[in-house]
């Protein structure tokens, strides 16, 4: 009786932890639309499969980010979570959503502190997964802690995506491209 008691105990704790800006397996959800763009909740793996897979590996194959930076960001990513959106049909988001996530590999960063969402053209989804966080432009990756937003990385980098990263996540002032002073 007592591992019973015990055994619910620890499935309603379980479902009562929140986790905010991660993804299980089971919530990927992006399709292609009629126009071929990826929409939806995705993964790494999402970008594996064509017609993603051939600017994502060419990308993320030939990316080789700084040695230096990455151990500074390595020791400044505990307990940063990261809502990222792009779309499949935009140049910047082929250029910067493969070393994205060549950097996030990088550090080690956990996959399911990343959550990517594809847009379509609108910059939406059928969802409204976009609503409440102002995409205007993709990529956009947004960086929490606690669940409060630390900074936003927009587009391209002001230096290298992992050196933007890192002044995102060390509170050093990181402006991007678009924001106004």
């Known amino acids: ?14 479902c009562c932890v929140s986790t905010q800006n991660t993804t299980t ?17 995705a993964n790494k793996h999402s970008f594996s499969i064509a017609p993603y897979k051939g ?13 230096t930076v990455i ?13 990222a959106f792009m779309g499949t049909w935009c140049g ?27 847009v379509n053209r609108s910059k939406k989804t059928p969802e409204n997964l976009q609503k409440g966080y102002n995409i205007i432009r ?21 230096k290298t995506v992992e050196a933007d990263f890192l002044h995102i996540v060390n509170g050093t002032g990181y402006r991007h491209s678009y924001q106004s002073n």
Do not use: C
Request: glycine share 4%.
């Open 25 to 41: 397996v089971s919530e990927i959800n992006a399709t292609p639309n009629s126009k071929g763009a990826l929409v939806g909740i």
């Open 138 to 158: 993709v990529p956009t990756f947004i960086f929490y802690k606690k669940g409060i937003e630390i900074g936003r990385f927009v587009e391209y980098p002001q």
């Open 1 to 14: 009786m007592k591992k019973i008691i015990f055994l619910l105990a620890f499935i309603i704790i379980s």
């Open 92 to 118: 910047d988001s082929k250029e910067q959503t493969p070393v994205f996530y060549k950097v996030l590999a990088a550090v080690d960063f956990e996959e399911n502190k990343v959550q990517m969402i594809t």
């Open 55 to 67: 600017w994502f590996t060419k990308k993320y194959s030939s990316y080789h980010p700084d040695p």
């Open 71 to 83: 151990k500074k960001l390595k020791k400044q990513l505990s307990g940063v979570t990261i809502k």
